[in-house]
């Protein structure tokens, strides 16, 4: 319980503090991006993925592990 309480607030920090720019576009690509979620994710985490607003990159997190998801060309960033 004590890590999906942690969890739900890291991605809900990131989400809410989420700088624009970066969530919009990217040079290299200058498509629509969307954040990568990992861990387990919350009703409301799940209901942002059916909105398309973010994508779920499963339970394993490493240190680089992409950031975003480019809904266009379909590459992670």
Do not use: R, W
């Not at 319980?1 to 200058?30: G, H």
């Not at 387990?40 to 973010?54: G, N, V």
């Amino acid at each position: 319980m004590y890590i999906k309480i942690v969890v739900t607030l890291a991605f809900l920090l990131t989400y809410a503090f989420a700088d624009p720019k970066d969530n919009n576009s990217i040079q290299s690509c200058n498509h629509h991006l969307i954040k990568i979620l990992y861990g387990k994710p919350s009703p409301k985490a799940l209901k942002l993925e059916q909105e398309k607003k973010i994508i779920l990159g499963g339970c394993v997190v490493t240190e680089n592990a992409p950031k975003y998801y480019c809904t266009k060309c379909k590459k992670k960033f």
